[in-house]
């Protein structure tokens, strides 16, 4: 492995920090890698396995000004390129705006989601809730050849070079780059070259949703009317539709009206779903109504006669209540734990003539952060490749395959002390079945104070990974992931290598 240290930033966090997400684990990097070359610790890398796994991750610099809060963290992307049966590495924060003014500053300048607005010593910010950071540290796809990053509570887009990682910029979208911003969880459809999007925030009408298309212009745009503000994290699409939610889990309405912003469970009110042709306007949104629930992820979406079939998380228990039991810490982040929420893979069936919603539970099993191929995003998928959690914690302790078709699942559990990341699904250079290719992941092996990054058979995970690779230090868990091929990606294939392609 040729290492080499491209930067690193000086961390204001306290040596003796005992916050749970950011020690163990949850351990911010401080040093930007390039690893060329990596060392196979078991099995070997397969040669078809072509194109990058990037990860994001929340990965603070400073403290917070009173809570730390894990989604507050500053937004760092790993990235794993595979090519001719080699890997290289690399890591790099997004230079956001808040980044370059925190690192001016050398102390936070901005509140968390856990802190009150008001305590931000800087009057201005984003996010929906307002006079937030914009960490772009929820999400991550490529779209146009460029990896963009983002935020949960919308925020601007960044654009990074997805081979070097160095940030480029920002969405500008010839200007018309909403002033609301944009939420994590983009759709960038691999069959059409679009990015579907929305964001949302606090005045009405509450929902935006957009599409840009192949040549990164903006050439759809429209109002999403909601009855308030609401706290939507995801979307999906089908090859005709794009489906939003109103869940039942936003801001108590009186408490925002006194400047509070309490995210409350409604379970009076339905879950609702919005469909909406991909180019639609807001009087064409059909709503459907379903039980109650809040859904962090969707997996995917398809057309199947009059129905669209929409898959996703429903969370049992979308606000768990402070039982008393576990760790100050682990109280207050109740809220991340999977099997605190129940989330188990869901599907709901919108009739498109008649209105009506169908909805079945798909398995008994709590797993969270399902992937697919995604060359079969919004047609009918058979697999989902999700993450199994840590009772208790924010942290994946594998990785379980769901076939949809016959409910089975196999599962693959990684060592005690070892976490994983969200998987991605990477097919296999001229793959024709939909599992015919690799799912790839990185860990943070506590044991070992080392991380690795596994390649496994994507049709058959549960036989353990073939081949198992080395990074140059220990990572932070972290958030949501992406499989970009290496066709996707500009400068890919006439380099020498990718890795030392600059490629934009
Ligand atoms: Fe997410």
Same mark, same amino acid.
């Given at each position: &492995?040729?290492?080499?240290?491209?930067?690193?930033?000086?961390?204001?966090? =306290?040596?003796?920090?005992?916050?749970?997400?950011?020690?163990?684990?949850?351990?911010?990097? /401080?040093?930007?890698?390039?690893?060329?070359?990596?060392?196979?610790? $078991?099995?070997?890398?397969?040669?078809?396995?072509?194109?990058?796994?990037?990860?994001?991750?929340?990965?603070?610099?400073? @403290? #917070?000004?009173?809570?730390?809060?894990?989604?507050?963290?500053?937004? &760092?992307?790993?990235?794993?390129?595979?090519?001719?049966?080699? #890997?290289?590495?690399?890591?790099?924060?997004?230079?956001?705006?808040?980044?370059?003014?925190? +690192?001016?500053?050398?102390?936070?300048?901005?509140?968390?989601?856990?802190?009150?607005?008001?305590?931000? =010593?800087?009057?201005?910010?984003?996010?929906?809730?307002?006079?937030?950071?914009?960490?772009?540290?929820?999400?991550?796809?490529?779209?146009? !050849? *460029?990896?963009?990053?983002?935020?949960?509570?919308?925020?601007?887009?960044?654009?990074?070079?997805?081979?070097?990682?160095?940030?480029?910029?920002?969405?500008?979208?010839?200007?018309?780059?909403?002033?609301?911003? *944009?939420?994590?969880?983009?759709?960038?459809?691999?069959? /059409?070259?679009?990015?579907?999007?929305?964001?949302?925030?606090?005045?009405? =009408?509450?929902?935006?949703?957009?599409?840009?298309?192949?040549?990164?212009?903006?050439?759809?745009?429209?109002? *999403?009317?909601?009855?308030?503000?609401?706290?939507?994290?995801? &979307?999906? %699409?089908?090859?005709?539709?794009?489906?939003?939610?109103?869940?039942?889990?936003?801001?108590?309405?009186?408490?925002?009206?006194?400047?509070?912003?309490?995210?409350?469970?409604?379970?009076?009110? =339905?879950?609702?779903?919005?469909?909406?042709?991909?180019? !639609?306007?807001? #009087?064409?949104?059909?709503?459907?109504?379903?039980?109650?629930?809040?859904?962090?992820?969707?997996?995917?979406?398809?057309?199947?006669?009059?129905?669209? *079939?929409?898959?996703? %998380?429903?969370?049992?228990?979308?606000?768990?209540?402070?039982?008393?039991?576990?760790?100050?810490?682990?109280?207050?982040?109740?809220?991340?734990?999977?099997?605190?929420?129940?989330?188990?893979?869901?599907?709901? +069936?919108?009739?498109?003539?008649?209105?009506?919603?169908?909805?079945?539970?798909?398995?008994?099993?709590?797993?969270?952060?399902?992937?697919?191929?995604?060359?079969?995003?919004?047609?009918?998928?058979?697999?989902?490749?999700?993450?199994?959690?840590?009772?208790?914690?924010?942290?994946?302790?594998?990785?379980?395959?769901?076939?949809?078709?016959?409910?089975? $699942?196999?599962?693959?559990?990684?060592?005690?002390?070892?976490?994983?990341? $969200?998987?991605?699904?990477?097919?296999?250079?001229?793959?024709?079945?939909?599992?015919?290719?690799?799912?790839?992941?990185?860990?943070?092996?506590?044991? $070992?104070?080392?991380?690795?990054?596994?390649?496994?058979?994507?049709?058959?995970?549960?036989?353990?990974?073939?081949?198992?690779?080395?990074?140059?230090?220990?990572?932070?868990?972290?958030?949501?992931?992406?499989?970009?091929?290496?066709?996707?990606?500009?400068?890919?294939?006439?380099?020498?290598? @990718? #890795?030392?392609?600059?490629?934009?």
């Amino acid at each position: &492995m040729d290492v080499e240290i491209l930067g690193r930033v000086l961390s204001t966090l =306290p040596d003796d920090d005992d916050h749970p997400y950011r020690t163990g684990p949850w351990r911010p990097q /401080t040093t930007e890698w390039k690893a060329d070359d990596l060392t196979v610790v $078991e099995g070997e890398i397969p040669a078809d396995l072509d194109g990058l796994y990037l990860r994001n991750t929340e990965n603070p610099v400073h @403290p #917070a000004l009173e809570r730390y809060h894990p989604f507050d963290g500053d937004g &760092m992307i790993h990235a794993v390129g595979f090519r001719d049966g080699k #890997a290289f590495y690399r890591n790099r924060f997004v230079q956001t705006d808040g980044l370059i003014a925190e +690192r001016e500053a050398g102390v936070p300048l901005w509140a968390g989601i856990a802190d009150r607005p008001e305590k931000s =010593p800087r009057q201005d910010g984003w996010g929906a809730r307002g006079r937030m950071k914009d960490a772009s540290s929820t999400d991550v796809v490529v779209h146009a !050849g *460029v990896a963009l990053t983002s935020f949960y509570q919308c925020g601007d887009l960044y654009r990074l070079n997805p081979l070097t990682l160095e940030t480029l910029g920002k969405s500008d979208w010839g200007g018309e780059f909403p002033s609301c911003g *944009v939420s994590a969880h983009t759709k960038s459809d691999e069959n /059409t070259g679009e990015l579907l999007f929305f964001n949302y925030g606090k005045d009405a =009408p509450y929902m935006h949703y957009g599409v840009v298309d192949a040549d990164d212009r903006l050439v759809h745009y429209t109002e *999403v009317p909601l009855p308030g503000p609401r706290l939507p994290h995801d &979307m999906a %699409f089908t090859e005709n539709y794009a489906i939003l939610n109103d869940c039942p889990l936003f801001w108590d309405a009186d408490l925002l009206a006194k400047g509070h912003h309490a995210a409350r469970f409604r379970p009076d009110l =339905p879950l609702r779903l919005g469909v909406i042709p991909r180019r !639609g306007t807001s #009087a064409q949104i059909l709503w459907f109504e379903a039980a109650p629930t809040y859904v962090l992820h969707f997996v995917n979406a398809y057309e199947e006669g009059d129905e669209i *079939v929409l898959d996703g %998380f429903f969370q049992g228990d979308p606000e768990p209540r402070d039982t008393g039991d576990g760790s100050f810490y682990q109280r207050m982040f109740r809220f991340l734990a999977l099997d605190r929420m129940q989330t188990r893979l869901h599907r709901w +069936r919108l009739n498109l003539r008649t209105g009506q919603c169908r909805e079945e539970r798909l398995t008994d099993s709590i797993t969270e952060f399902g992937v697919l191929n995604n060359t079969y995003g919004g047609r009918r998928n058979r697999y989902t490749y999700a993450a199994s959690g840590v009772e208790g914690w924010f942290l994946f302790n594998g990785l379980v395959k769901h076939d949809l078709l016959t409910g089975k $699942e196999e599962r693959y559990t990684l060592p005690e002390g070892v976490y994983g990341s $969200e998987p991605a699904m990477a097919p296999r250079v001229g793959s024709t079945a939909e599992d015919d290719g690799y799912l790839v992941t990185l860990t943070t092996d506590m044991n $070992e104070d080392r991380s690795e990054c596994l390649i496994f058979d994507a049709a058959r995970p549960a036989d353990g990974p073939l081949a198992r690779l080395l990074l140059p230090e220990r990572i932070s868990s972290g958030t949501h992931a992406t499989w970009a091929p290496g066709s996707a990606i500009p400068g890919w294939a006439g380099a020498d290598s @990718p #890795a030392t392609s600059v490629g934009l």
